[in-house]
Each structure stands twice: as structure tokens, then as C-alpha cells.
């Protein structure tokens, strides 16, 4: 059985995966200072609770957070008794080509979506992933990553909003029923929902006129869903698109 681990800076998804699907999945908040035990404390727990028996052979680990790597590292050797697979290493494989400015580091979530991406709808696409972060990758004809744009998070905006101007609420983010509020929280949500899909499709469409070819978008995260219930521009909606790219990426340097 594989794990893969997701770490966002908001959350961590750990996935086992038996080699043709994803069995179970379960998600916590991304916090540095968690051991190797509790992880394995918690880890347990779940999967006695889902009934599932099975021995985690191989782990590979996807991180834009850095400090929560050891930790992890330690969990895969101490109770799972293998190495883990970090993307970002050198001697972790992509199996695509990454064509940026040298010397760049490029988020790990950012290539494993690549991969995955590539696997399920070729090349020639832009990849919208709303995480705390929204990020626009650019994947080539060839699966090659070559660069992409970031903006802030749905909910980092929402928070910034909050925390800035005292008389405003923090509020969930929901499709309104129109554009034009009669009520502060029906104003925030939008300004908030309105004004990321005009973001969306305003950098969509900048990304296909500087390519200057068709280019199929792909929405991933887990507001995509909500996204794409304003906007045509998110043609494909895949959220377990970084879990797919971790099992691709395991599965290519295993063999």
C-alpha cells in the first residue's frame, strides 16, 4: 500500500492508494511542531476505524512547507520502515521536463499537479489550483512545466479583508444569488466570488493570447467546484489531480 502525503500550508492530505485507487483519505491541519509519533497515533486510528488492515510499503511526500518534512521523514522510516520519496529532491524522478529560470525552485505541489495533469489530459494546459494560494501552471505539448502565475487565496483575501477593516465580518465563501449586495456579507461575497472568477478568466485568457494556442484549463483544489459554477473557463475539474501526480510520481521511481 502507498501513502502519499499532500502538505499545503493550510492542510495535509494523507491518501492510501492500492496501486489501482485511492482506498482512504484523511485530512488535518498543517502544523510544524507535530511529531512523527502523533502522526502515526492519528494515522492508526483512522485506518483501524475504516477497518483497513493493510502494510504501507512505500510513502511519498509532496511539501511547500519545509519544516514539516522531517518529521515526516521519520514517520516513513521509524513505523513504515522505507525511505520516502520527496518531490523537489534531486533524486526524485518527474518524468516531465521543468523549463524555468535556473536556479528557481518551483513548489512541489505545483510539479506533482504537472504530472498528474499531463498523465490525464496531455499537454497544452493551464492548471488553476485554489489552495491557500490560487496558482496558474502552464503545462507545454510535451508535459513540460514552464512557469505560471500566483495570487492570493480565496480565503487569505478573505482574512486580509477582515482583519484590515474592523467593521467588516469574515464570511464563508458561497455563489450569491446576485452581483449587486443589499447587505454588507452579501456584498463581501460578491465582491469575493465575482471578483476571483473575473480573476480566473482574466489571467485564462492573458496565458492563451501570450501562447497564442488553444489551451484546455484545468481546475483543481477544493473550492474548483465552486468556482466552476460561475465561470466556462474551467473546463475539467479534478480534485484529486496532487494525489494522482504523487501515485505517478511513486510509481516511476519505484520502477
Known amino acids: 500500500m502507498l501513502l502519499a502525503i499532500d502538505v499545503g500550508n493550510t492542510n ?3 491518501a492510501l492508494h492500492d496501486g489501482t485507487h485511492v482506498v482512504a483519505e484523511w485530512r488535518c491541519r498543517t502544523e510544524r511542531q507535530r511529531t512523527a509519533d502523533e502522526y502515526f497515533v492519528w494515522l492508526e486510528q483512522l485506518m483501524d476505524h475504516a477497518g483497513i488492515e493493510a502494510t504501507i510499503a512505500s510513502v511519498v511526500i509532496s511539501s511547500v512547507v519545509p519544516q514539516v ?3 515526516l521523514r521519520v514517520l516513513a522510516d521509524r513505523y513504515f520502515h522505507t525511505r520516502p520519496k520527496v518531490v523537489g529532491k534531486p533524486e526524485v524522478k518527474l518524468g516531465v521536463p521543468v523549463r524555468v529560470d535556473p536556479t528557481t525552485v518551483v513548489g512541489a505541489d505545483r510539479l506533482v499537479n504537472t504530472v498528474g495533469a499531463w498523465d490525464r489530459y496531455g499537454g497544452d494546459l493551464i492548471v488553476v489550483d485554489f489552495g491557500t494560494a490560487t496558482t496558474f501552471d502552464v503545462v507545454d505539448f510535451d508535459g513540460a512545466y514552464v512557469g ?6 480565496v480565503n487569505l483575501s478573505l482574512k486580509a479583508l477582515h482583519d484590515a477593516a474592523a467593521a467588516l465580518p469574515f464570511i464563508d465563501v458561497t455563489k450569491p444569488e446576485q452581483v449587486v449586495g443589499t447587505n454588507t456579507v452579501a456584498c463581501m461575497q460578491s465582491g469575493i466570488f465575482w471578483g476571483y ?8 485568457a492573458r ?5 497564442a494556442r488553444p489551451m484546455t484549463v484545468v481546475g483543481t483544489g477544493g473550492l474548483s467546484t465552486l468556482f466552476a459554477q460561475g465561470t466556462d473557463v474551467l473546463e475539467k475539474i ?5 494525489i494522482h501526480g504523487l501515485v505517478l510520481i511513486d510509481r516511476l521511481n519505484r520502477e
Not at 496565458?207 to 501562447?211: D, K, L, N, S, V
Open 148 to 153: 505560471g502565475v500566483i495570487a492570493p487565496g
Open 12 to 14: 495535509m492530505v494523507f
Open 207 to 211: 496565458i492563451r493570447a501570450e501562447r
Open 238 to 242: 479534478d480534485t484529486d489531480l496532487t
Open 197 to 204: 472568477v473575473g480573476l480566473i478568466e482574466g489571467i485564462c
Open 69 to 71: 518534512v522531517f518529521n
